[in-house]
């Protein structure tokens, strides 16, 4: 089974500062996908960034980068140079390629950016 | 449409009645997907549907739940004899071919069962 895990329930930044969101899963498959989705108070999930787990470069997106560790299971988002916008809940989640279109989602992490 | 469209965008019903949540996926998409985001925890799969296969219910969390899609477009959600852990923001989301680039997501109905 997959499972993911986002240990920060909530989190803070100051406006402009960087911050640095945690997820780690667990899964014995080797092909996957790992994203960060972003629902702000509208509810509406917005995809924020994706990796795919044989590529070992870090994706980018603008103001938004991930580290993958692909050995430690880990999938950290940075969001640099925050802003008010960001104010959200960030939500960690990850696709098996091998058994198809389910996506597993952490708990998430509500972020406060605070001016 | 040009996104994912679910009415109601709020629910509010009675324990032991039906409800019905409807789900318009954004034209030519061929995937749609039900998650249920319960207070406090994270996105929570229910169904399945891609074009005309029979659809992956493996989510649902019980025979209360069932869920249909017409003309492999809009899509409805019906909850029997709702229960108060029924309470909870009930999201669709669809895709178009290769859903590794993620799903698009609507803004959900959020049920409240009282």
């Known amino acids: 089974a997959q499972t993911v895990t986002q240990s920060q329930p909530e989190m803070s930044v100051q406006e402009a500062e960087t911050v640095t969101l945690s997820c780690t899963y667990d899964t014995s498959e080797n092909n996957y996908y790992l994203f960060w989705y972003k629902q702000p108070p509208s509810r509406q999930m917005i995809l924020v960034i994706r990796q795919e787990a044989y590529k070992q470069q870090n994706a980018t997106e603008n103001r938004f980068s991930v580290n993958f560790q692909k050995a430690a299971k880990s999938f950290s988002l940075k969001i640099s140079d925050s802003q008010l916008g960001d104010t959200a809940m960030y939500f960690c989640?990850?696709?098996?390629?091998?058994?198809?279109?389910?996506?597993?989602f952490g708990t998430g992490t509500s972020l406060t950016v605070i001016p | 449409g040009a996104g994912v469209s679910q009415s109601p965008s709020n629910k509010v019903t009675e324990k032991g009645k039906d409800v019905e949540l409807r789900c318009d996926p954004i034209s030519g998409h061929t995937a749609l997907y039900w998650y249920r985001q319960s207070l406090g925890q994270g996105l929570e799969f229910l169904i399945y549907f891609q074009g005309n296969s029979a659809p992956d219910k493996s989510g649902l969390p019980s025979d209360r739940f069932s869920a249909e899609r017409t003309g492999g477009s809009v899509s409805t959600l019906t909850i029997q004899r709702t229960q108060q852990e029924d309470s909870a923001v009930y999201l669709c989301a669809s895709s178009f071919g290769r859903v590794s680039y993620g799903y698009t997501f609507g803004s959900g109905t959020r049920l409240t069962v009282v």
């Open positions: 989640a990850f696709m098996n390629l091998r058994t198809g279109n389910q996506f597993y």
